[in-house]
């Protein structure tokens, strides 16, 4: 983050949480390329815009190095479907979130403890901004299954999920089922499924 405030402001926050170790911050790609060192760091948290490249290049290059860095973005821009163009093999890995629609602490947190426990955090608010494109395969499902599916972009656990809608966890697993079913997402070692659906959610969806 190349902000000084904003950056001191992060510094914060991510020092205020016990569970976490802030391992070191920069301004530039140059800089970052420098510190951060394969087996450093598990959870890298980058700006889209930095002035001497992008978020996105810096994290492809820290994850080629570490495969097991798992990268946050922040991005000024609501541009989430920034997501769609990473590379097959590392894109389950990453989360992003909006500046702009993320605007208190806990939910930065939560992203990076989802991250560090291996699973992915697409932006909450922006999610519920979209809808399906007619025609798409997103927009055949019901609409029980698209709030699912939201959850699950989200970062959501199907526990949490079950949490959030009040119903049981296994209709929740019988509903994530349906969804990779409908989506034509199998539950390959190679590709995780829930990584699959999320960006599938991204590329059939739009502004409501």
């Given at each position: 983050e190349d902000h000084t405030l904003f950056r001191s402001m992060l510094e914060k926050i991510l020092g205020d949480d016990d569970a976490l170790d802030l391992t070191c911050s920069t301004a530039t790609v140059t800089e970052a390329r420098a510190r951060i060192t394969p087996g450093s760091t598990d959870v890298v948290l980058l700006d889209v815009d930095l002035p001497d490249g992008n978020g996105i290049g810096l994290g492809v290059v820290l994850c080629r190095a570490d495969p097991n860095i798992k990268v946050v973005l922040l991005s000024a821009q609501d541009a989430m479907d920034l997501m769609l163009d990473l590379p097959r093999d590392i894109?389950?890995?990453?989360?992003?979130?909006?500046?702009?629609?993320?605007?208190?602490?806990?939910?930065?947190?939560?992203?990076?403890?989802?991250?560090?426990?291996?699973?992915?955090?697409?932006?909450?608010?922006?999610?519920?901004?979209?809808?399906?494109?007619?025609?798409?395969?997103?927009?055949?499902?019901?609409?029980?299954?698209?709030?699912?599916?939201?959850?699950?972009?989200?970062?959501?656990s199907n526990g949490g999920i079950a949490h959030e809608l009040g119903i049981a966890?296994?209709?929740?697993?019988?509903?994530?089922?349906?969804?990779?079913?409908?989506?034509?997402?199998?539950?390959?070692?190679?590709?995780?499924?829930?990584?699959?659906?999320?960006l599938r959610l991204i590329e059939e969806t739009g502004p409501a």
């Open positions: 894109a389950g890995g990453w989360s992003y979130l909006s500046k702009t629609s993320t605007n208190d602490s806990a939910a930065l947190l939560r992203a990076i403890h989802i991250a560090a426990a291996g699973g992915s955090t697409l932006d909450p608010a922006l999610l519920n901004r979209m809808k399906p494109r007619a025609g798409s395969r997103v927009a055949q499902l019901t609409d029980r299954q698209y709030g699912v599916l939201r959850l699950l972009a989200a970062g959501y966890e296994k209709s929740v697993q019988n509903h994530v089922n349906a969804i990779y079913s409908t989506l034509g997402i199998d539950a390959s070692p190679e590709r995780n499924p829930r990584v699959s659906a999320a």
